[in-house]
Nanobody
């Protein structure tokens, strides 16, 4: 059974950086594509991951203006999301998700679209204060 657990959410001030963790069990992070999604207050969860990592590397949403970095630790079997220069509009529930059918290598490609991911964490809330 695949399980994803996010941690690191909470309150930050505008301009600070944030690092979230996604600890995964049931699939190795180097045998899956892992993406980070967010849902801002009053809106549906965004359809495209703001950042994604697979064996071919990372991909980010242009709207994040190079503020996002996704990395992984194969030994810890965890994926991390770092956002620099946080803004109030970054306040959201952040969720990680895994596509265990693709790796980004061996002829497969990772995608940022939400329906490509079959395993989801519960999410962690982040609030950015002015």
């Amino acid at each position: 059974q695949v399980r994803l657990v996010e941690s690191g959410g909470g309150s930050v001030n505008t301009g600070e950086s944030l690092r979230l963790s996604c600890t995964i069990s049931g699939v190795r992070v180097n045998n899956a594509c892992v993406g980070w999604f967010r849902q801002t207050p009053g809106k549906k969860r965004e359809e495209f991951a703001i950042g994604m990592i697979g064996n071919a590397g990372t991909e980010y949403d242009d709207s994040m203006e190079d503020r996002v970095t996704v990395s992984r630790d194969n030994a810890e079997n965890a994926v991390y999301l770092q956002i620099a220069n946080m803004r109030p509009e970054d306040s959201a529930i952040y969720s990680c998700a895994a596509d265990s059918r693709r790796t980004g290598s061996d002829g497969t490609r990772c995608f940022r679209r939400d329906f490509m991911y079959e395993h989801w964490g519960q999410g962690t809330r982040v609030t950015v204060s002015t």
